[in-house]
C-alpha cells in the first residue's frame, strides 16, 4: 500500500475526540479485511473464504484478494465485494417491523452493494427504487442491479429533490449519503489527499438536504436508514439529532453485534476499524411519526404513451417461468426501441406512478427486444435467476467462458438459434448461433477488456 500520510488536521481532531480512542490512527495504517456477500439465488462461487460475517446473512470475509474481474461468476452475479461494515444494512432490515411487501428506496445507491443486500433481504417479495443522480454512477447501478437479477427491482437517475413528487410512497429510505469518506483511509490511501478540514462542514449541509427530501418520500411509521462511511460527529450523530428536531424523528434501537458500538450520546451505531473487522461506518435508524393528516399521493393515470400492457399474443413461454404474480408490458426506450417488460403484478400502479414521475434505467426484467414481431432475447432476463427458464444450453469452460464476456467468438458446436452460455451451470449471457458461427449478444459496454 502506497504510504500516504493522514491530513494533520484529521489527526489533530481524532486526538481530541475520546470516542475514538487513542490507537485509532495507528488502525488506519493496517491491512483492510476483504470481504463480499453471496447471492442466495445463484452458484455459490470458489473463492478463498475465511470466515462468516457475524452480521449479515451471506457475507463472508476472504483470506487473499482474488481476481474478481477473471471469475465468471462475479460476472454472473454469483456475489458482491462489500466492506463488512456495510453489511450491518441486513441484521438492520431483519429487526425491523417490515412486511414482506414492503416498497424500499436506496436514494443514494451507487455502485449497488446496499441495493443487491436489500433484494437479497426481499427475495421475490416488495419492491426496491434504486436511485443514482450521477449518470455514469446509475449505469454502474444498473449493470449491478442487472446482474444480481429480480424483476421487483428499478433503478433511477434523480436528484433527490424529485422524489417530492413522491409523498408518503416508501415504507423505508436507505440514505448512505456522500460523505467526507473518512473511512476510506485505509483501503484507499488517496482519499486522504482529497479530504479538507472543512469537508464535514460541507458535506453535512449536503447531507441535510438530501435527508430533507428522503423524509418526505417516506411514509407514516415508516423507517429511515442513515449511514455514512465517516467518523466525525457533524455528519453522523448531529444530522440525526437534526432530523429528530426539525422532523420529529424518533431514533430507534437495532440490536447488533456487541462490537458495533453505540455512537456519541447513544445515537446511532459505529463500525470502528481499531474495534471490529471492518473499514469506517456509521448507521443510524429513525421512524417517522404518524401524521395526524398524512399527505397522500396523487395516483397517476394508467395510461402512457410510451409503457403500457402488453398483448396477449407474445409466446415468452420458452423464455420465462409460467406463474401469475408477474405482467408483461410493452416498453418503448428514448431511442425508440420496444422492449417486453416483466413486473409483478402487485405493484402495477406503484411502477406506473415511478415510470411517470422518475427518469428510468431499469424497471422490472427486460424479457428482450421486440423486433419484427419476435423477441430477442434480453441479458437481463439471462441473469434473473427467478425468471428465467430455457432449456437450451451451453456449458463453458473457465478459459472460453472469459473469451465470452470479453465479447469473442470460437468454435462452439450447435444448431440454429439462441442459446444461453454458462459457466458451472450459472448462465452469463445469449449467443445466437448461425450454424457455422456465433453471434456473441453480451453487453458490448459490460465486456472485460483485460487478457489473462
Known amino acids: 500500500m502506497t504510504k500516504i500520510n493522514l491530513p494533520e488536521a484529521f489527526v489533530a481532531r481524532v486526538e481530541k475526540d475520546e470516542f475514538l480512542g487513542p490507537d485509532f490512527c495507528v488502525c488506519l495504517d493496517t491491512d483492510s479485511p476483504i470481504s463480499v456477500r453471496l447471492n442466495p439465488k445463484k452458484t455459490k462461487a470458489i473463492l478463498p473464504y475465511n470466515k462468516a460475517v457475524d452480521w449479515c446473512e451471506n457475507g463472508f470475509y476472504l483470506e487473499t484478494r482474488p ?38 428506496l436506496d ?21 426496491l427504487v434504486s436511485n443514482e443522480v450521477i449518470n455514469s454512477r446509475a449505469k454502474t447501478l444498473r449493470e449491478n442491479l442487472v446482474k444480481w437479477g429480480g424483476n421487483n427491482t428499478i433503478v433511477t437517475n434523480n436528484d433527490s429533490q424529485d422524489f417530492q413528487k413522491l409523498p408518503s410512497f416508501f415504507d423505508v429510505v436507505v440514505v448512505d449519503a456522500p460523505c467526507s469518506g473518512e473511512g476510506m483511509f485505509r483501503k484507499d490511501p488517496n482519499s486522504r489527499t482529497e479530504w479538507k478540514e472543512d469537508s464535514p462542514e460541507f458535506c453535512a449541509a449536503r447531507q441535510k438536504r438530501i435527508l430533507a427530501n428522503a423524509w418526505q418520500t417516506l411514509k407514516t411509521g415508516g423507517y429511515l436508514i442513515y449511514s455514512t462511511c465517516t467518523f466525525n460527529n457533524l455528519e453522523n450523530e448531529e444530522n440525526v439529532k437534526w432530523l429528530q428536531q426539525e422532523f420529529d424523528g ?34 443510524a435508524v429513525l421512524q417517522k411519526p404518524e401524521l395526524e393528516t398524512p399527505e397522500k399521493l396523487k395516483q397517476k393515470s394508467n395510461t ?13 413461454e420458452d423464455f420465462v417461468k409460467g406463474n401469475d404474480k408477474n405482467l408483461l408490458f410493452e416498453w418503448i426506450d ?35 427486444e421486440i423486433l419484427k414481431n419476435k423477441i430477442i432475447p434480453s441479458e437481463e432476463l439471462a441473469l434473473d435467476a427467478e425468471l428465467l427458464e430455457f432449456q437450451n444450453l451451453i456449458e463453458l469452460d473457465k478459459n472460453l ?12 458446436e450447435g444448431e440454429i438459434g439462441y442459446y444461453l452460455v454458462c459457466y458451472l451451470n450459472e448462465p452469463l449471457g445469449w449467443i445466437k448461433h448461425l450454424g457455422n458461427r456465433f453471434n456473441n449478444m453480451y ?10
Request: with cysteine; net charge positive; proline share 5%.
Open 304 to 316: 402512457s404513451k410510451n409503457f403500457y400492457l402488453a398483448k396477449n399474443d407474445w409466446n415468452v
Open 250 to 283: 424518533k431514533i430507534i434501537d437495532v440490536h447488533l453485534p456487541k462490537e458495533i458500538i453505540a455512537g456519541r450520546e447513544e445515537i446511532g451505531n459505529y463500525c470502528l476499524p481499531n474495534r471490529v473487522e471492518t473499514e469506517g461506518f456509521y448507521l
Open 334 to 368: 428514448n431511442s425508440d426501441k420496444t422492449h417486453l417488460l416483466s413486473i409483478p403484478s402487485e405493484y402495477e400502479l406503484e411502477i406506473m406512478t415511478l415510470q411517470q414521475s422518475l427518469r428510468i434505467l431499469k424497471m422490472g426484467t427486460r424479457i428482450g
Open 107 to 127: 436514494l443514494c445507491a451507487s455502485p449497488g452493494g446496499k441495493s443487491t443486500l436489500i433484494k437479497s433481504f426481499l427475495g421475490n417479495k416488495g419492491l
Open 443 to 452: 453487453p458490448k459496454e459490460w465486456r472485460i477488456r483485460k487478457t489473462f
Open 67 to 104: 481476481s474478481y474481474i477473471s471469475d465468471p461468476l462475479f460476472h454472473a452475479g454469483a456475489y458482491y465485494p462489500q466492506e463488512a461494515g456495510s453489511m450491518t444494512l441486513d441484521t438492520v432490515l431483519r429487526n425491523l417491523n417490515l412486511s414482506e411487501n414492503s416498497v424500499i
Open 401 to 412: 467462458a472469459q473469451k465470452y464476456l470479453r465479447g469473442e467468438t470460437f468454435p462452439l
